[in-house]
């Protein structure tokens, strides 16, 4: 308890260290889905590993040369394919990519020396779900083709986005907006990793960051029927992700500090020419 006590002390009231960075950052993701079910993925369904991308603000306020408050606002995108298993996707194939609203918020250690500093950081994330897309197959569609035929008489996969207004049903045509009636749309869960920034000409700092980030929240329930209610194929919202990612970012620096020197000087130079 001291020493957080100390550390608490320190944070707040090092003044003369304190120091915005902010800028813009993308990144990759390598995302893995687990399923509540442990066998609907290893008995039933292929449902590989996949990459997608997040884009967004970051933003850091550093206390003392060691410690700062890390945080970033970033749009996610999250895909997901799956196939049947026993078929090779011949009786089942469906795709679908979900959008998200993410924001990390954690504590930053800082090592190293100049010019590369290493660093540390973890904590919370929370992510809102905005909604998606997406198309399915499957082998019942050759005998009702709900969304069509090709020039080759092949039935057509059925394509959708996801409503999560019961209302846009009475507006539906044919399966487009598909209804979730149960979703989890705010979402949580734990982020780690590292780094390393290094300071360039012109007051920018370019940062390289690994996380891993380990979401605590289901996608949904699986207690309705409401979604895409096929007779050979039932979507699975009992499932949560694992997100690996590799991130860059261009950070510019605001030091408030110097920004109140700067005014006071002016107006002390001021009252020496009046």
Request: glycine share 8%.
């Amino acid at each position: 308890m001291r020493y957080l006590l100390v550390f608490a002390f320190s944070f707040f009231t090092s003044s003369v260290f304190a120091q915005y960075w902010f800028g813009p950052k993308v990144g990759f993701s390598y995302i893995d889905h687990i399923f509540q079910e442990s066998t609907y993925e290893s008995d039933s369904f292929n449902i590989p590993k996949n990459w997608n991308f997040q884009a967004g603000l970051a933003v850091s306020y550093s206390a003392t040369d060691r410690y700062a408050v890390y945080g970033e606002l970033l749009y996610e995108k999250i895909g997901k394919k799956i196939t049947d298993l026993a078929t090779d996707g011949e009786n089942v194939s469906t795709e679908m990519t979900n959008h998200f609203l993410s924001v990390p918020v954690m504590l930053r250690i800082t090592l190293g020396r100049v010019p590369f500093h290493y660093y540390i950081n973890g904590g919370p994330r929370i992510s809102f779900w905005l909604g998606g897309k997406g198309k399915i197959s499957l082998e019942e569609f050759d005998e009702s083709t709900p969304a069509g035929i090709d020039e080759n008489e092949n039935a057509l996969p059925v394509e959708y986005t996801i409503t999560f207004k019961e209302s846009a049903l009475l507006e539906a045509d044919n399966f487009d907006p598909a209804y979730i009636s149960n979703p989890n749309r705010l979402q949580f869960g734990l982020t780690a990793g590292g780094g390393l920034f290094f300071d360039i000409q012109g007051g920018g700092r370019l940062q390289f960051d690994f996380r891993y980030t380990w979401v605590h929240s289901n996608m949904g329930t699986n207690d309705s029927d409401d979604f895409l209610a096929f007779d050979s194929y039932r979507e699975n919202f009992e499932y949560y992700h694992g997100i690996a990612t590799l991130g860059v970012a261009y950070m510019f620096d605001y030091n408030s500090q110097l920004k109140r020197k700067g005014k006071s000087t002016a107006r002390e130079s001021n009252k020496k020419k009046k």
